[in-house]
């Protein structure tokens, strides 16, 4: 953490931050996706007026194919990145994402790296409805071969962008919708940071909440509230759920004995699920409680705000999980 | 490959391509004939769609690229890689799944890629590679050079929707890309007409690209129809879509008997057996005195002892470690990309 930097920029920016640096540092690095140039979204705005149409170019709506021809570029020596706008739009791209560009390498006996990032925003972001709030995650990670990126500050946002398109692997990076348009202090120089290494947001030594994404600062939210009644929570975002950063949380887990996974996914085989039968094979000796899972309701995201609420994960959700884990 | 070529007396420049053309298209036949048997008789791992009848096609379209030039190709590939330059060795190999393999045994016919050869790797999904091969033909572009990519795919991928895609961004990025439609007749067990509207070679009308019906069983009149989309989209002047008409003479894939039935004619069969693109073009070069019968039949005979040479080659080759199932899913380094 940089918290001695007084630069407050807003997510999206820090996200386009990190892509500037990399397009800067690599002529080769290329930005595409649909209209990328006035970007709905964000990220990529502006960019073209630094580095020309050529490396900022405009696509058809044809996922598939542009997240195809992403993986026959890169072998060829270009580094590309595609801005897929909505985390839905992957599965209009599922066979050339998860069985060409996550295969691709394996299956050729490791003869090609394929360096390239897929971003999106994604997640629900106040009635997107069913089909603009998907969150991918959970399925991505049992497609082996991509590695998957979920950022929660603006600070992680930026040294993540330009960690994901160095790696020489097809990188998918989620940025939570609800999380764009939040502020947090970021350095103006580049800076990477690794992926597979999670970070404290705060420290704790009661229970072990591990939160992604924009549950994060939810998870805060509920830590700070339970510091008052004496509950010391501490909060752990894995910030990469592929490769994820295990040893810290059997670490974490280790020294409070309890553990609360809240993934803003729905329930079944969750990064949440995922996390917690982790914690449970390789940490069983250090619990003290049955540990807690806090993901969304097993249906598609509904439009109306009630039902929305209804299904999502909520500040009292994360709450009622904390203390079951206590009593 | 273990095999010598054969001395062909006094043969230079468009004769000598023409015999390499006529050996290349033997390598498939026999490399191809060898599979059917050794699946027979239970000695591949898997299943395996062979190239016979076709050869023409690969043949044709690969003596007209430069080894810069790129594919990408299907789950009937084999013969696009022998055209392209591939080892039958270690093609053998990675068809017994054994070390020596182009992949190490880890992608099998279906998968199999040589980056250094420009050869992108078949595909198992039908129109698999069509955007991939479009991507390759962009970065490429992108990147300076004047590498063509063709991109072969079958009549049944032309209903594929990333076919009609990537059609479009070929054209809207005049990118240097050859699509090169394989139409054998049948998708799978149904005739292609039953499912197919209108001809392939007109899809990439509406999109500008211009479209070119071969006759795929001529091996001659494919270089040369490849060598002008090739020449066009090395000048910049954007993609090109071909129509190889021709008919593949063992089903879908090996075994298929096992289940398909009869499904087509046998006149259809006879006809186009008699039709049989390597024979047509061994008895052309030999009327044109490019060859001798006795050059033509010893030619085979190194190509079918060259097939019998892989088998072995694959057959003395170990199997992978179990381990390195565990390896290569991720670049640990940056190690630079395909050149």
Same mark, same amino acid.
């Given at each position: 953490?940089?918290?001695?930097?007084?630069?407050?920029? *807003?997510?999206?920016? !820090?996200?386009?931050?990190?892509?500037?640096?990399?397009? !800067?540092?690599?002529?080769?690095?290329?930005?595409?996706?649909?209209?990328?140039?006035?970007?709905?979204?964000?990220?990529?705005?502006?960019?073209?007026?630094?580095?020309?149409?050529?490396?900022?170019?405009?696509?058809?709506?044809?996922?598939?194919?542009?997240?195809? !021809?992403?993986?026959?570029? !890169?072998?060829?020596?270009?580094?590309?990145?595609?801005?897929?706008?909505?985390?839905?739009?992957? *599965?209009?791209?599922?066979?050339?994402?998860?069985?060409?560009?996550?295969?691709?390498?394996?299956? /050729?006996?490791?003869?090609?790296?394929?360096?390239?990032? *897929?971003?999106?925003?994604?997640?629900?972001?106040? /009635?997107?409805?069913?089909?603009?709030?998907?969150?991918?995650?959970?399925?991505?990670?049992?497609?082996?071969?991509?590695k998957?990126v979920?950022?929660?500050?603006? *600070?992680?946002?930026?040294?993540l962008?330009?960690s994901a398109?160095?790696d020489?692997n097809?990188v998918?990076?989620?940025?939570?919708?609800?999380?764009?348009?939040?502020?947090?202090?970021?350095?103006?120089?580049?800076?990477?940071i690794p992926l597979g290494v999670?970070?404290?947001?705060?420290?704790?030594?009661?229970?072990?909440?591990?939160?992604?994404?924009?549950?994060?600062?939810?998870?805060?939210?509920?830590?700070?509230?339970? &510091?008052?009644?004496?509950?010391?929570?501490?909060?752990?975002?894995?910030r990469t759920?592929v490769p994820?950063?295990?040893?810290?949380?059997?670490?974490?887990?280790?020294?409070?004995?309890?553990?609360?996974?809240?993934?803003?996914?729905?329930?079944?085989?969750?990064?949440?699920?995922?996390?917690?039968?982790?914690?449970?094979?390789?940490?069983?000796?250090?619990?003290?409680?049955?540990?807690?899972?806090?993901?969304? &309701?097993?249906?598609?995201?509904?439009?109306?705000?009630?039902? &929305?609420?209804?299904?999502?994960?909520? &500040?009292?959700?994360?709450?009622?999980?904390?203390?079951?884990?206590?009593? | 490959?273990?095999?010598?070529?054969?001395?062909?007396?006094?043969?230079?420049?468009?004769?000598?391509?023409?015999?390499?053309?006529?050996?290349?298209?033997?390598?498939?036949?026999?490399?191809?004939?060898?599979?059917?048997?050794?699946?027979?008789?239970?000695?591949?791992? $898997?299943?395996?769609?062979?190239?016979?009848?076709?050869?023409?096609?690969?043949?044709?379209? @690969?003596?007209?690229?430069?080894?810069?030039?790129?594919?990408?190709?299907?789950?009937?590939?084999?013969?696009?890689?022998?055209?392209?330059?591939?080892? %039958?060795?270690?093609?053998?190999?990675?068809?017994?799944?054994?070390?020596?393999?182009? @992949?190490?045994?880890?992608?099998?016919?279906?998968?199999?890629?040589?980056?250094?050869? $420009? %050869?992108?790797?078949?595909?198992?999904?039908?129109?698999?590679?069509?955007?991939? $091969?479009?991507?390759?033909?962009?970065?490429?572009?992108?990147?300076?050079?004047?590498?063509?990519?063709?991109?072969?795919?079958?009549?049944?991928?032309?209903?594929?929707?990333?076919?009609?895609?990537?059609?479009?961004?070929?054209?809207?990025?005049?990118?240097?890309?050859?699509?090169? @439609?394989?139409?054998?007749?049948?998708?799978?067990?149904? +005739?292609?007409?039953?499912?197919?509207?209108?001809?392939?070679?007109?899809?990439?009308?509406?999109?500008?690209?211009?479209?070119?019906?071969?006759?795929?069983?001529?091996?001659?009149?494919?270089?040369?129809? #490849?060598?002008?989309?090739?020449?066009?989209?090395?000048?910049?002047?954007?993609?090109?879509? %071909?129509?190889?008409? #021709?008919?593949?003479?063992?089903?879908?894939?090996?075994?298929?008997?096992?289940?398909? $039935?009869?499904?087509? +004619?046998?006149?259809?069969?006879?006809?186009?057996?008699?039709?049989?693109? %390597?024979?047509?073009?061994?008895?052309?070069?030999?009327?044109?005195?490019?060859?001798?019968?006795?050059?033509?039949?010893?030619?085979?005979?190194?190509?079918?002892?060259?097939?019998?040479?892989?088998?072995?080659?694959?057959?003395?080759?170990?199997?992978?470690?179990?381990?390195?199932?565990?390896?290569?899913?991720?670049?640990?380094?940056?190690?630079?990309?395909?050149?």
């Amino acid at each position: 953490m940089n918290a001695t930097i007084e630069r407050p920029t *807003y997510f999206i920016n !820090a996200m386009k931050e990190g892509l500037h640096a990399a397009m !800067a540092e690599d002529e080769r690095v290329v930005v595409i996706g649909e209209d990328v140039d006035r970007s709905v979204i964000g990220a990529t705005r502006g960019l073209s007026a630094d580095f020309g149409r050529d490396r900022v170019r405009n696509t058809p709506i044809s996922e598939a194919t542009f997240v195809g !021809a992403c993986v026959g570029a !890169a072998a060829v020596g270009l580094r590309p990145v595609v801005d897929l706008m909505v985390g839905s739009f992957f *599965y209009v791209a599922m066979d050339q994402l998860a069985d060409q560009a996550a295969k691709l390498r394996y299956m /050729s006996g490791g003869q090609v790296d394929l360096p390239i990032v *897929y971003f999106a925003a994604t997640g629900p972001s106040g /009635s997107g409805a069913a089909q603009h709030s998907e969150n991918l995650h959970p399925m991505l990670m049992n497609v082996a071969g991509l590695k998957i990126v979920m950022p929660s500050t603006p *600070y992680d946002a930026k040294g993540l962008m330009l960690s994901a398109i160095r790696d020489p692997n097809p990188v998918v990076y989620l940025q939570d919708f609800v999380l764009g348009g939040t502020k947090g202090n970021v350095p103006e120089a580049p800076y990477a940071i690794p992926l597979g290494v999670g970070d404290i947001k705060k420290h704790g030594t009661d229970v072990t909440v591990v939160a992604i994404g924009a549950t994060v600062p939810k998870a805060l939210k509920v830590a700070r509230a339970l &510091e008052k009644d004496g509950i010391s929570v501490e909060v752990l975002d894995p910030r990469t759920l592929v490769p994820l950063d295990k040893g810290l949380i059997l670490e974490s887990v280790g020294r409070t004995g309890r553990l609360v996974v809240v993934d803003s996914a729905r329930l079944t085989c969750s990064a949440a699920s995922e996390i917690t039968a982790m914690v449970v094979e390789n940490g069983f000796d250090t619990l003290k409680a049955a540990p807690q899972r806090v993901a969304w &309701e097993d249906v598609p995201v509904p439009f109306s705000p009630p039902l &929305e609420k209804r299904v999502l994960v909520q &500040e009292p959700d994360i709450l009622n999980a904390i203390l079951k884990t206590l009593s | 490959m273990t095999t010598q070529p054969v001395q062909v007396e006094n043969q230079t420049g468009p004769d000598a391509a023409k015999t390499a053309m006529l050996r290349t298209m033997i390598r498939i036949r026999r490399f191809e004939e060898k599979l059917a048997w050794l699946f027979k008789r239970g000695q591949l791992p $898997g299943f395996v769609h062979l190239y016979l009848g076709e050869e023409a096609v690969a043949v044709g379209v @690969c003596a007209a690229l430069r080894p810069d030039d790129r594919i990408t190709s299907t789950h009937r590939g084999h013969g696009h890689l022998i055209a392209k330059g591939a080892s %039958i060795d270690k093609m053998m190999a990675e068809l017994y799944g054994r070390v020596d393999g182009y @992949c190490r045994g880890k992608g099998g016919s279906m998968h199999i890629v040589s980056f250094e050869l $420009g %050869i992108m790797g078949t595909n198992g999904i039908v129109g698999g590679g069509i955007p991939i $091969g479009t991507g390759s033909a962009w970065g490429d572009k992108q990147l300076g050079r004047d590498s063509v990519t063709v991109v072969f795919f079958g009549d049944g991928a032309s209903n594929q929707g990333v076919f009609f895609e990537s059609m479009n961004l070929a054209a809207i990025w005049n990118l240097p890309v050859v699509f090169v @439609c394989e139409n054998n007749g049948y998708t799978e067990w149904t +005739p292609t007409h039953e499912l197919t509207a209108g001809r392939i070679v007109d899809r990439g009308t509406p999109m500008g690209i211009p479209g070119e019906q071969v006759d795929g069983n001529d091996v001659e009149a494919m270089r040369d129809a #490849t060598a002008r989309a090739v020449a066009r989209a090395r000048a910049g002047g954007g993609p090109t879509l %071909i129509e190889a008409r #021709t008919y593949r003479w063992h089903g879908h894939n090996e075994g298929e008997e096992a289940f398909a $039935g009869d499904y087509r +004619p046998q006149s259809e069969q006879d006809e186009w057996r008699g039709r049989d693109p %390597i024979a047509a073009y061994g008895r052309t070069l030999v009327e044109e005195g490019v060859l001798s019968q006795a050059d033509w039949d010893a030619i085979d005979a190194e190509e079918s002892a060259g097939v019998e040479a892989a088998v072995e080659f694959a057959a003395a080759s170990p199997f992978p470690d179990p381990e390195e199932a565990l390896q290569d899913l991720f670049a640990a380094t940056p190690k630079g990309s395909m050149r």
